[in-house]
């Protein structure tokens, strides 16, 4: 018989790791409000955020048909599709793909189909276009 999933509905949770040490953050994803981004059909969840880095960890949702804006990522930047496809220039990626970009580096991810996307970036993003 298998032991019902115990639900978590706390936002954040931190715990001590120990004398000096970070605390340990443990985010029930589901409890996060999806915020809306500059780009229509794209919805984001803050994850993480480090103020005095800038590095952040966050879900991105595509709707159907959406696109996010050109940026550039001067430290880089690395994703894992969770669901659907995302396409990046000219390469679509579906759910377990890994992809790292390089600093400096710059594109504009879109679906045709939706997806949702984990991404962490050492440092914000630069936006290159507007906002659609």
Same mark, same amino acid.
């Given at each position: 018989?298998?032991?019902? !999933? ?19 953050? !443990? ?106």
């Amino acid at each position: 018989m298998t032991e019902p !999933r115990q639900e978590h509905r706390l936002e954040y949770r931190q715990e001590p790791s120990g004398e000096g040490r970070q605390e340990s953050l !443990r985010i029930d994803t589901e409890a996060l409000p999806w915020r809306s981004s500059p780009y229509a059909g794209v919805e984001w969840k803050k994850l993480r955020f480090d103020a005095a880095s800038g590095e952040a960890a966050v879900l991105l949702r595509f709707a159907p048909g959406s696109r996010y804006g050109a940026h550039r990522h001067p430290e880089g930047e690395q994703y894992l599709v969770l669901e659907g496809t995302l396409q990046d220039g000219a390469d679509s990626w579906g759910p377990g793909a890994y992809v790292y970009h390089p600093p400096g580096s710059v594109h504009a991810p879109s679906s045709e189909s939706g997806c949702i996307v984990f991404v962490t970036v050492p440092q914000p993003i630069e936006i290159v276009d507007g906002g659609s």
